[in-house]
């Protein structure tokens, strides 16, 4: 398969997109797949004056993204339902090394 007209790079190895000549400006760009991670997480709020607090189920998508043409890559850290991070590669290995430290 040839890369579309706009693409100025190939594809990283783990890019999982399908690209066509037809793809929107704001996704031209290469993603994994992501990994799914099932976590339990306690989620405070405040309703008027009152703090609540709901412990619920819910998933962290983890995976890479970069902008087509861009040399960097991003990892990005999304939670359903809610907002995404994108890290830098070191960011991202900072807070792995964080978080691994924390459950020892």
Do not use: K, N
């Given at each position: 398969?040839?890369?579309?007209?706009?693409?100025?790079?190939?594809?990283?190895?783990?890019?999982?997109?399908?690209?066509?000549?037809?793809?929107h400006?704001?996704?031209?760009?290469?993603?994994?797949?992501?990994?799914?991670?099932?976590?339990?997480?306690?989620?405070?709020?405040?309703?008027?004056?009152?703090?609540?607090?709901?412990?619920?189920?819910?998933?962290?998508?983890l995976?890479?993204?970069?902008?087509?043409?861009?040399?960097?890559?991003?990892?990005?850290?999304?939670?359903?339902?809610?907002?995404?991070?994108?890290?830098?590669?070191?960011?991202?290995?900072?807070?792995?090394?964080?978080?691994?430290?924390?459950?020892?």
């Amino acid at each position: 398969m040839s890369r579309p007209e706009w693409q100025q790079q190939p594809c990283p190895e783990w890019c999982t997109v399908i690209h066509t000549d037809g793809d929107h400006p704001d996704d031209r760009s290469h993603r994994d797949d992501g990994v799914v991670v099932p976590v339990i997480a306690r989620r405070r709020y405040y309703e008027g004056d009152a703090l609540v607090e709901r412990i619920e189920a819910v998933q962290i998508v983890l995976g890479r993204w970069q902008r087509d043409g861009e040399e960097q890559s991003w990892r990005f850290l999304g939670i359903d339902g809610g907002g995404e991070l994108e890290l830098s590669e070191a960011s991202f290995v900072r807070l792995a090394d964080t978080m691994r430290r924390l459950v020892a």
